[in-house]
């Protein structure tokens, strides 16, 4: 099943949830802020090695990274300033994650940097043509599936390993993409 149908589920499922939330005032930009205050005790509880409570808010803060799309798109509630602020912190996570991962655990901190980078050039290459979200097997929502469950059975290096990997070949297929579409470049 491809991630948009999953997507398109998971929004279905929610829409009385969605419905709710909007009609209390509750925006997806409001689940946007929330979740990147949330990134805060987030990135404490890592440092501190509290690995459960780590592992437990880092799931609601994904969960409110795939509900604000589902508010937006269930009620009718985009905007241009909407879909760029949750771009930018799209990218306030997961550079929190891995900038926290790092410190945390020394012995990760190279591959840390070579996933926060794959990551973020996945996501550079959707903001100059949105098509390319479409195009790849490492889409962020991945991305972020498979570091819980690394997180979860304690194989953060592997987890790290196949997540660049996944960004690298997707990287690979978006500028196949580009290059095979856009005879002007």
């Given at each position: 099943m491809q991630l948009t149908q999953l997507r398109g589920r998971f929004h279905k499922s929610i829409k009385p949830f969605t419905s709710f939330l909007i009609r209390?005032?509750?925006?997806p930009n409001v689940v946007t802020s929330t979740s990147l205050i949330l990134m805060v005790p987030t990135s404490y509880f890592l440092i501190k090695?509290?690995?459960?409570?780590?592992?437990?808010?880092?799931i609601i803060v994904a969960f409110l990274d795939a509900l604000?799309?589902?508010?937006?798109?269930n009620e009718d509630?985009?905007?241009?300033?909407?879909a760029f602020y949750d771009a930018f912190a799209d990218r306030i996570v997961e550079g929190m994650l891995y900038l926290f991962l790092a410190i945390s655990y020394n012995h990760l901190m190279a591959v840390c940097f070579i996933t926060l980078i794959l990551s973020y050039l996945v996501s550079y290459s959707a903001a100059w043509h949105k098509e390319l979200k479409s195009i790849g097997v490492g889409k962020r929502a991945y991305r972020l599936f498979i570091f819980i469950v690394a997180f979860i059975v304690h194989q953060l290096f592997y987890g790290l390993i196949l997540i660049s990997l996944l960004a690298g070949i997707t990287i690979i297929q978006r500028l196949y993409h580009v290059t095979r579409n856009y005879k002007e470049l």
């Open positions: 209390h005032g509750i925006n090695g509290e690995e459960e409570l780590f592992i437990s808010l880092f604000d799309g589902a508010i937006a798109e509630a985009k905007t241009k300033f909407g």
